[in-house]
């Protein structure tokens, strides 16, 4: 039983880091601060897709998934809801690619636009 909880709130936790490295910038209007964690939250994202690499947190949540003695992912919202977000089917090194190229162009537009913000604001 806590070994799948640990999994599922690694999940969880991959879930938010992917959701911050992609979309955290938004969150500098309100902390600019955060830009110290955010730009190599990005950066780290956009490496892992281009080498086609796995992020630490996929080998710890399928390392206690193990020890949960689970095979696969199926059950509850964790398994049918956040991990099809974080591991979508078909998975390609090509798509990998893209993903990160879509990271790096969301990153852009969102600085472009905190910038901006920051600049007409004072």
């Known amino acids: ?13 991959h879930l938010l880091f992917v959701a911050f490295a992609v ?3 938004v969150l500098l209007l ?23 690499g796995a992020c630490p947190l ?3 949540e ?11 992912y199926e059950g ?8 099809p ?3 979508p089917p078909g998975l390609t090194p090509e798509l990998m690619q893209w993903l990160g190229v879509g990271v790096l162009a969301i990153n852009l537009l969102l600085y472009g636009g905190v910038l901006w913000h920051w600049r007409t604001a004072s």
């Open 58 to 60: 996929t080998d710890w």
């Open 76 to 83: 509850g919202f964790v398994e049918s809801v956040l991990l």
């Open 23 to 25: 979309a955290g910038a």
């Open 30 to 52: 309100r902390w600019p601060w955060l830009v110290g964690l955010h730009l190599p939250a990005a950066a780290w994202a956009v490496i892992v897709e281009w080498r086609g």
């Open 1 to 13: 039983m806590l070994a799948r909880l640990i999994a599922d709130a690694l999940l969880i936790a």
């Open 85 to 87: 977000v974080i591991y």
């Open 62 to 72: 399928k390392h206690w998934r193990q020890q949960a003695g689970e095979s696969g």
